[in-house]
């Protein structure tokens, strides 16, 4: 494959994948699937992986797919294959060669990340918004990271740890502002006035202090420096 024929199986992917046009889409996954494909380069076939995993992630929706089908991993194992596939940036190559490498690194992560938490592993997806945010900041994994607190935060009986999921949350929204104009529009419309979000960070302004989180930050600093 190609780079021309890339961006044309990724044009259509994403173009299906927005208009919610589900037939066109495994039509698509279908007829790309069933071929063997060679890659003049590891990124094509890193970003290849990536979008069938995008594909198979609005294929099978959580929320309208059997808990136990095994569909609902085939996004999963595509991403994972995708970070496998994609070579570690080599500081001797050209900078934009990085940047690709880096960039699609990020939206891998991110995606595989929002996958894990949509079908409840919670914790499993963090070390993956972790990384996307660690490579670029990547707003879209800051915002996802940030629900996915609330959601720990929300499930816990014990107020200490929800109190400690919240002030990440907390934490990861005001980092999110910064960057509200490169948001999703789903993620601006959290974050606007009456959206969850937004009543989120009122609630908590209004219930905590800030400094009473002071041993949750000294403690998270004693542990990333050993």
């Known amino acids: 494959m190609v780079k021309d024929e890339l961006e044309e199986f990724s044009k259509l ?27 003049s380069h590891p990124l094509y076939e890193a970003h290849y ?15 309208k797919t059997e808990w136990y089908s095994d569909d609902l991993m085939k996004s999963v194992i595509f991403y994972r294959k995708a970070i496998h596939t994609l070579p570690k940036a080599n500081w001797q190559e050209h900078v934009n060669n990085i940047h690709a490498y880096d960039s699609l690194r990020s939206m891998i992560e991110t995606n595989l990340a929002n996958r894990l ?25 800051i915002i996802s990271k940030a629900n996915n607190e609330l959601f720990l935060g929300n499930s816990l009986y014990d107020e200490g740890h929800s109190e400690y999921h919240y002030f990440i949350a907390y934490n990861l929204l005001k980092k999110g502002l ?49």
């Open 178 to 226: 910064d960057n509200f104009k490169k948001q999703y529009p789903e993620q601006k419309e959290s974050l606007e006035d009456g959206g969850r979000l937004h009543n989120f960070q009122k609630w908590f302004e209004d219930n905590f202090e800030i400094s009473s989180f002071d041993y949750f930050m000294k403690y998270t600093e004693k542990l990333t420096s050993i």
């Open 49 to 63: 992986l990536y979008c069938l995993g995008n594909c198979y992630s609005k294929l099978y929706e959580t929320r």
């Open 13 to 39: 992917a994403d173009q299906y994948i927005i208009t919610c046009d589900h037939a066109s889409l495994a039509a698509l996954v279908e007829s790309y699937t069933k071929q063997d494909f060679t890659f």
């Open 117 to 141: 938490s949509s079908q409840g592993r919670a914790l499993c997806c963090i070390p993956h918004y972790d990384k996307a945010i660690s490579i670029d900041n990547n707003p879209v994994a």
